[in-house]
């Protein structure tokens, strides 16, 4: 089966960030953020079934890097404007940002 991809532009991230294409990103990771919030309890549990399983909690935190963007976001832009987009979005507090030892 083939699942078609979507890009939503929400008005009032446009209004709030000045920027669609930035609208457009922050509008990503609304997405999901509304998708890990249960991803530790499930690993909790599926741990306790497997407690050989070495899958670390990620506590909320979302690991994308711009290609993978790029890619769910079907090209509109390329990496280095989602770089800097990225870096707007931080700069005004609408993101946060660390570095995770498993990834350089």
């Not at 890619?71 to 993101?95: I, P």
Request: glycine share 4%; aromatic share 8%.
């Amino acid at each position: 089966m083939n699942v078609l991809g979507r890009v939503v532009l929400k008005e009032e991230l446009v209004v709030l960030t000045g920027d669609p294409m930035a609208a457009i990103v922050l509008n990503q990771f609304l997405y999901w953020s509304e998708r890990t919030r249960d991803v530790d309890q499930f690993l909790a549990e599926e741990k306790k079934r497997n407690p050989e399983l070495a899958i670390d909690p990620i506590c909320g935190w979302i690991y994308k890097t711009t290609a993978e963007l790029q890619d769910e976001l079907m090209g509109l832009a390329s990496t280095s404007t989602l770089r800097r987009r990225l870096v707007d979005l931080v700069k005004n507090g609408w993101l946060d940002v660390r570095h995770n030892p498993k990834y350089k």
